[in-house]
């Protein structure tokens, strides 16, 4: 690396080394010597301190004026509070990821790995933002939710005598009909009577419609099989037709049958002239 030997009390300074840098792309960063074009320029080593102290009255300022308007707080609580905020489970491990991630925000800022720009701010603006929305309006949206559920349990212990006077009412009143006993125990037994026939009406009922049933499965049996029987004769008389038309067709047949005719005949003559 080229060393930087600075003389801050006549504002000279020397460089082993000064590299030409290509323009930069997009807007120049005001914290980035490079985007100058040069990697040494003198003073460049108090531009960051000197942003720093001119930004150190305003904040001591808000500080003042925050201070003024808001009691102070316990430090003993505060840090306490603070210390609960960082992650981790011990103190140990706290303290540990506390100093790896401010050495390792220093690593960065000094090698400018991490560069302080307009984001840091933006996003330092919105972390005070929600701190604050957090910080005061946290104890107003609690004031307003345990009043929320004040009200709520209000309704339901209303709701709640009501409903037990209801019941309490509904009894006095279940206790003047103190005669009604004897009546249901009537009832019961009628009831019951009533169940057992209704009960034996509705096996009758069900054997009658079983019984139906059974008849015209029977029925359509029968019919069933008087409607086969009959294509089977059909079928059978079809086949026997068709069979002797078939042979008829057949003029051995035809001879066959001539000749069976014309000797049946001469039996049936010369049994006659006897």
Known sequence: MASRL????????????VELLPPPIGPLNPFRLADLGLSCIPGAPLLRPALAR????????????????????????KAQSIIDALPGNSLVSKSAILSTTAALSAYAIS???????EETVVAFCLLAVWTGLIKYGGPM???WAESQNDKIKNILNSARAD????VKTRIEDVKQMGGVVDITKTLFEVSKE?????AEAYELEQKTAL????????????RYEGQVKQRQQKELAAA????VQKELENPKVLQQILQQSVADIEKIVSSKAQ
């Open 141 to 143: 949206y609690k004031e």
């Open 240 to 243: 026997v037709i068709a069979k």
């Open 211 to 222: 019984a139906a049933e059974a008849k015209a499965v029977l029925e359509s049996w029968v």
């Open 54 to 77: 001119r930004a150190l009255p305003t904040a001591s300022a808000a500080a003042v004026r925050f201070n003024s308007s808001v009691p102070a707080e316990d430090p003993k609580k």
């Open 111 to 117: 090698n400018e790995y991490y560069v302080m720009n």
């Open 6 to 17: 600075v003389r801050s009390a006549v504002g000279t300074f020397s460089c082993s080394r």
């Open 194 to 198: 009533t169940a057992k026939l209704e």
């Open 163 to 166: 409903h037990t006077e209801a």
